[in-house]
């Protein structure tokens, strides 16, 4: 895509052909918010077949057994206790399931899906295309993904209330032939502070413990009332019955302090951990923020600092409310009293 850079109204190249804005997040932030392109690091699946719809439906948490083309979704991946461990973004053209994947997510999920075939007729194979992702009206030729966040897609929930989140509006395509020329050019700095701002959880933001409520996942990844597949019990018993133990939030950071903290580092509340930053961004216009998956048990108002870098730099965050500490529970029934507190009728 370098090749294309030297066509952009305005960009200004180094000596190795890609423009000096990319590394600068305001610059990259503006060009993004007006519709500029970004080369995406992605691992792409295409699925053939005349059973590639019903048979992925059966193995994951997304209902797409009857998806029409060009319609987008996403998909989920969990182990049998129901934790996340792997998240497609998908589209079928008719006769191709395109799967988007986070670099370095592809290998895994190929081999895992290849053992699961049986005697489905679905071929899976890699595909060495170029992932084009974009905002805006000027497309790339190709498949594209239109992101389903922040909707609520049918059959989904969403916990928190999605309001107050900064815009997010993306598209991204396999490029299936040339390029083109992209009408801006932005990096990923700006893709990282837009998705963190909108409060959009990816596979970067999964552990070894996150279940898809956690992170407000059922909104657009799960589909409640489907049938069977592998972490189905543990899904419905959260929703129904229990509660997820931990919550996504966005941090706004203070913007004083020069370092910026990664994933991983710790997020504490009077001194005592209470959860990890799972991203963090410089935004065009918002400053430093980051998402973190914090203990549900940590008051909604408590005064955050993150122990930032390898210093443990402390740096005071605000917190928004992604997702509540009271997702779940959605059909939890009636406790019983205590044996202890029933009131006898006096003679």
Same mark, same amino acid.
């Given at each position: 895509?370098?090749?294309?850079?030297?066509?952009?109204?305005?960009?200004?190249?180094?000596?190795?052909?890609?423009?000096?804005?990319?590394?600068?997040?305001?610059? +990259?932030?503006?060009?993004?918010?007006? !519709?500029?392109?970004?080369? %995406?690091?992605?691992?792409?699946?295409?699925?053939?077949?005349?059973?590639?719809?019903? #048979?992925?439906?059966?193995?994951?948490?997304?209902?797409?057994?009857?998806?029409?083309?060009?319609?987008?979704?996403?998909?989920?991946?969990?182990?049998?206790?129901?934790?996340?461990?792997?998240?497609?973004?998908?589209?079928?053209?008719?006769?191709?399931?395109?799967? &988007?994947?986070?670099?370095?997510?592809?290998?895994?999920?190929?081999?895992?899906?290849?053992?699961?075939?049986? #005697?489905?007729?679905?071929?899976?194979?890699?595909?060495?295309?170029?992932?084009?992702?974009?905002?805006?009206?000027?497309? @790339?030729?190709?498949?594209?993904?239109?992101?389903? #966040?922040? /909707?609520?897609? *049918?059959?989904?929930?969403?916990?928190?209330?999605?309001?107050?989140?900064?815009?997010?509006?993306?598209? +991204?395509? $396999?490029?299936?032939?040339?390029?083109?020329?992209?009408?801006? $050019?932005? !990096?990923?700095?700006?893709?990282?502070?837009?998705?963190?701002?909108?409060?959009?959880?990816? &596979?970067?933001?999964?552990?070894?413990?996150?279940? @898809?409520?956690?992170?407000? #996942? =059922?909104?657009?990844?799960?589909? =409640?009332?489907?049938?069977?597949?592998?972490?189905? *019990?543990?899904?419905?018993?959260?929703?129904?019955?229990?509660?997820?133990?931990?919550?996504?939030?966005?941090?706004?950071?203070?913007?004083?302090?020069?370092?910026?903290?990664?994933?991983?580092?710790?997020?504490?509340?009077?001194?005592?951990?209470?959860?990890?930053?799972?991203?963090?961004?410089?935004?065009? *216009?918002?400053?430093?923020?980051?998402?973190?998956?914090?203990?549900?048990?940590?008051?909604?108002?408590?005064?955050?600092?993150?122990?930032?870098?390898?210093?443990?730099?402390?740096?005071?965050?605000?917190?928004?409310?992604? $997702?509540?500490? /009271?997702?779940?529970?959605?059909?939890?029934?009636?406790?019983?009293?205590? %044996?202890?507190?029933?009131?006898?009728?006096?003679?």
């Amino acid at each position: 895509m370098a090749s294309a850079f030297v066509d952009v109204p305005g960009a200004v190249l180094g000596d190795d052909g890609v423009p000096l804005h990319l590394g600068n997040p305001i610059a +990259e932030g503006r060009l993004l918010d007006a !519709g500029a392109w970004v080369l %995406l690091p992605r691992d792409v699946l295409r699925l053939t077949g005349a059973d590639r719809l019903t #048979w992925l439906d059966s193995i994951t948490t997304q209902a797409i057994a009857q998806l029409p083309p060009g319609v987008s979704t996403e998909t989920l991946v969990l182990s049998p206790e129901g934790r996340v461990e792997h998240a497609m973004r998908l589209v079928d053209d008719g006769e191709s399931l395109w799967a &988007i994947l986070d670099a370095g997510r592809g290998e895994a999920l190929e081999a895992w899906l290849t053992r699961m075939r049986f #005697w489905a007729q679905v071929d899976i194979a890699r595909v060495d295309a170029p992932v084009v992702g974009w905002t805006g009206s000027v497309a @790339p030729e190709g498949a594209t993904w239109d992101d389903p #966040w922040p /909707t609520v897609a *049918e059959g989904g929930v969403r916990y928190g209330s999605g309001e107050d989140l900064g815009p997010w509006d993306w598209h +991204e395509t $396999v490029v299936t032939g040339e390029v083109g020329t992209p009408p801006a $050019v932005a !990096g990923t700095l700006a893709l990282d502070a837009r998705r963190t701002a909108a409060g959009r959880p990816t &596979i970067a933001d999964v552990d070894d413990r996150t279940i @898809p409520h956690e992170l407000d #996942w =059922l909104a657009t990844a799960v589909h =409640l009332a489907k049938g069977c597949y592998r972490g189905q *019990e543990t899904v419905a018993k959260v929703h129904n019955l229990g509660a997820p133990p931990r919550r996504l939030a966005l941090l706004h950071l203070d913007g004083s302090e020069s370092t910026l903290p990664v994933a991983g580092d710790v997020v504490t509340a009077d001194g005592a951990e209470v959860g990890r930053v799972t991203a963090a961004a410089q935004h065009h *216009e918002l400053g430093p923020v980051a998402l973190a998956v914090l203990k549900r048990s940590a008051p909604v108002d408590a005064s955050l600092v993150v122990l930032a870098g390898d210093d443990d730099v402390p740096v005071a965050a605000a917190q928004q409310m992604l $997702v509540p500490p /009271t997702a779940g529970h959605a059909h939890r029934p009636p406790r019983l009293p205590r %044996l202890g507190a029933v009131r006898r009728p006096t003679a």
